[in-house]
Nanobody
Framework: QVQLVESGGGLVQAGGSLRLSCAASGRTFSGYAMAWFRQAPGKEREFVATISRSGSSTSYANSVKGRFTISRDNARNTVYLQMSSLKPEDTAVYYC?????????????????WGQGTQVTVSS
């Protein structure tokens, strides 16, 4: 059982940077693989990035690889998504997700816990 609370969304110009945070409750945070997904209006939810329980392994969608970095601080029960070189097509609601069963999954259905989402808007 884990509760996720996201923050850090906002409005940024194309080419700019933004860091999202996801704070998790409980003392078992290190037992969960974490991920970020996003959903733009009228589009399906898509995978963005995931990180293993220890933080030693990561995986990214091709669309964000080289621009986004996922990281975690298990001592603070927090996962981050550092976004750089932002593009208008990155505009979406970003969701934090957790799973205790599947590692480095890119499928949303494999994640059992979700945050409320935070809006990221990239202006042109």
């Amino acid at each position: 059982q884990v509760q996720l609370v996201e923050s850090g969304g906002g409005l940024v110009q194309a080419g700019g940077s933004l860091r999202l945070s996801c704070a998790a409750s409980g003392r078992t945070f290190s037992g969960y693989a974490m991920a970020w997904f996003r959903q733009a209006p009228g589009k399906e939810r898509e995978f963005v990035a995931t990180i293993s329980r220890s933080g030693s392994s990561t995986s990214y969608a091709n669309s964000v690889k080289g621009r986004f970095t996922i990281s975690r601080d298990n001592a603070r029960n927090t996962v981050y998504l550092q976004m750089s070189s932002l593009k208008p097509e990155d505009t979406a609601v970003y969701y934090c997700a957790a799973t205790g069963n599947i590692g480095l999954s890119t499928r949303g259905r494999d994640y059992n816990y979700w945050g409320q989402g935070t809006q990221v808007t990239v202006s042109s």
